[in-house]
C-alpha cells in the first residue's frame, strides 16, 4: 500500500464502530504469525480444492485472515471457516511448533525424543502425534496398476496404554507363545505394492478370502496381475472375482517368475516396516493404523510432494492426495 493510501487508511479508521475496531484487530492479529510454514503449506493445500467443512459446498469466497490461516465464507451456508476447522488440528495451540514436530515425525522419534526436540510436554507430543495421524491413517490410494504384489505380515498385538486389562499385562520382552497366527498374539497386517511403488494396507481381523477380498478389490485395476505367495485364500479370491494372478511360491525356490512375477518389493516393505516400527517397543494395537499410515506418508513417492506437506494435505483435503498425484 502507497503512503498516501495508508494515512488516508488511518483516517478512516477513526470512523470506526466499536465493533468494527473490534473486527478489524481481530483481523490484523490474525496476520501477526507470519512465516509459519506449516500455516502456509495448509493454506495452499486447501485453497487448490476449498471446500465449506459445515455443507461441503465449493463455492466459497475468501474473507480475511485468522491466526495466520485464510478465513472463508461460504456462499450456500454463509458460515466461515479456515482450512483447519473441523480437522483433528483445529483446536491444538502451539502452532509455532508444529513445523519442528513433523520434522520429528518425518525422523521417526518417540514421543520423548519428539517432546524434547520440539520442546513441548511429552502428553502434547503424543496427543499430537495421534491428531496429526488420523487423517493419513485414513488416506489410502484408491488404485494400483500392473504388477501388485501382496502379502500379510504379522504384527505383534499390543494392549499397550488400555486401561482395563483382562489378562496380566505381558511383561516386556517375553516372546509371546506362538508365531504366526496366532490372532490373540498376531495381527495380520496386508501389504498390497504395485511397481510405481503404489502402496496400501489393511489390518485383517483374520487372514480369509473374504478379508483379502475386502482389501484387495476394490483397488485393484481391472487389468491388474495380483502376485502372492500361495496361499490357498487367493485362488478363492482370485476364483471368485476373475482377477489375474500369479503364484510365487517361495518354499520352490523359483521366486521370480518370468523376471517379473515377485512379491520382493511387498516383503522388503514388510521388513523396512518391522524395524521402524522396532523403535516405539510395542505399538499399541488400537493405533496400529495410525503407525500403518505413518509408514505409508514415509515411503510416498510424490513428486514434490514432502513428507510434512502430503500429512497437512491429508488433513485438510482429504481424499485428494493419490488422485491428484497420479492425474
Ligand atoms: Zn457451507
Redesign the pocket.
Known amino acids: 500500500m502507497n503512503p498516501r493510501d495508508f494515512k488516508e487508511l488511518r483516517r478512516s479508521a477513526q470512523d470506526l464502530t466499536p465493533q468494527q475496531r473490534h473486527i478489524l484487530a481481530t483481523d490484523l492479529q490474525g496476520t501477526y504469525p507470519q512465516n509459519n510454514p506449516v500455516l502456509e503449506q495448509v493454506d495452499r493445500a486447501f485453497s487448490e480444492h476449498p471446500r ?1 467443512p ?4 465449493e463455492q ?1 469466497a475468501k474473507w480475511g485472515r485468522v491466526q495466520g490461516l485464510q478465513r472463508y465464507r ?6 466461515q471457516f479456515t482450512p483447519l476447522t473441523n480437522t483433528p488440528l483445529s483446536r491444538l495451540r502451539k502452532r509455532e511448533k508444529w513445523a519442528a514436530y513433523l520434522e520429528a515425525m518425518e525422523d521417526g522419534l518417540s514421543v520423548r525424543k519428539a517432546a524434547e526436540r520440539v520442546g513441548v510436554n511429552p502428553n502434547t507430543a503424543f496427543l499430537w502425534r495421534h491428531r496429526f495421524l488420523a487423517s493419513p491413517a485414513k488416506e489410502k490410494p484408491t488404485l494400483l496398476r500392473g504388477i501388485v504384489e501382496s502379502d500379510e505380515t504379522f504384527i505383534r498385538r499390543s494392549r499397550k496404554g488400555e486401561r482395563r486389562m483382562d489378562r496380566l499385562a505381558r511383561k516386556r520382552g517375553t516372546k509371546a507363545p506362538n508365531t504366526g497366527m496366532d490372532p490373540e498374539h498376531w495381527v495380520p497386517v496386508l501389504v498390497a505394492r504395485d511397481r510405481g511403488a503404489v502402496t496400501t494396507d489393511s489390518i485383517l481381523p483374520e487372514v480369509t478370502s473374504q478379508t483379502l477380498k475386502r482389501s484387495l478389490v476394490p483397488v485393484l485395476d481391472k487389468d491388474a496381475v495380483l502376485c502372492h505367495d500361495g496361499l490357498p485364500s487367493y485362488f478363492t479370491l482370485a476364483r471368485e472375482t476373475g482377477i489375474s494372478h500369479r503364484t510365487v511360491y517361495a518354499a520352490h525356490g523359483k521366486r521370480v517368475l518370468k523376471g517379473v512375477f515377485h512379491i520382493q518389493n511387498v516383503n522388503a516393505y514388510h521388513s523396512r516396516l518391522k524395524e521402524w516400527l522396532e523403535r516405539f517397543h510395542g505399538v499399541a494395537t488400537k493405533y496400529l493404523s495410525s503407525y500403518l499410515g505413518w509408514r505409508r506418508f514415509l515411503e510416498l513417492k510424490l513428486p514434490s510432494v514432502s513428507f510434512s506437506r502430503a500429512i497437512l494435505q491429508a488433513i485438510v483435503a482429504p481424499g485428494r492426495l493419490h488422485s491428484f498425484a497420479r492425474t
Open positions: 465449506c459445515h455443507c461441503q459446498h466459497v461460504c456462499r450456500a451456508c454463509h458460515r
